[in-house]
């Protein structure tokens, strides 16, 4: 219920106080329906679905090896420049046609996670896999280590500033209205990239042998090895399935936010290693659900109280949840939790 007095509240101010929807004949033009509150969600469910995709690799990672991957977020923001990199030498550009464009961007989709996911797993292969049997906190300052080199490259490629990159699916067109509210071609993007991802997994994991094995990995790894499981292999497997998913999200984020920088990965992994722990950490429903939970949030706080309260406002939600559910708000699914 707490979760929801924040959308609940403008819901009811939009209704009865009325919002402001421009000016006519020089007089402020108030409305009182519920345009602007469904705008909102769309947008921070397009939001949320950029940052499930990463909190998902982060939830991955931890539900088997308990680790905190904190190079996570700066594979993300390689992603986002192999893509840019990988559609400007396609030649791709506003002027290209609609088949061409949609060809061009599922090739780039497939090649930043193959990438993303490759360095995931040289990662974990040389950084975290011959640290395994050591104390926790030497894993932990390795990925703060990586974190730190992958931010330099990104650094070295393109530079200490923001970079802009093309508007290929025009993010900020319309593309259709709902009730009075619009959906913008980079909200479909978003969920359209994000949704068949997340069932996609949760399938893999649920149904799949190699999905059995991890969740058998996550659950007891000796046991899992004495029943013939590879757990090296399986936890590489993981990395990579974490990596592809921060390259899609990658991409999405360059053309839904239309530039890219080295330190987009710090952020965007603060915000989704928090979505992965407001649902619970190793539960991959639960990631999806907090990167849904503080996309919406986002949202309403940009919108309604202003960008330099968002941060203060998405925290202040997870301090709530963690005294209220320590386990989250779906559980944990780790080894220590059972």
Known sequence: MALAALPLFYTIHDLSSGYQAGFLHGHALIRHDLSRIGFNLVSGLSNGAIWALIAMGYTLVYGIIELINFAHGDVFMIGSMVAAGFWGTLGLGTSSGVAVLIGGLLVTLIVSMLVCGSLNVLIERVAYRPLRGAPKLAPLITAVGFSFILQNVGLLWRGGNPVGVTDLIHAQQVAFNISGVAIHRDDLLAIGVALPLVLGLTWFISRTRPGRAMRATAQDPEAARLMGINVNNTISLTFLLGGMLAGAAGLVYALYETNIWYFQGFEAGLIAFTAAVMGGIGNVRGAVLG????????????????????????????????????????????????
Request: hydrophobic share 50%; aromatic share 6%.
């Open 291 to 338: 990167g849904i939970i503080i996309g919406v949030i986002q949202s309403l706080s940009d919108a309604r109280l202003g960008p330099q309260w968002t941060e203060a406002v998405v925290f202040g939600y997870l301090i709530m949840i963690m005294v209220l559910r320590p386990r989250g708000l779906l559980g944990e699914e780790t080894r220590e939790a059972g």
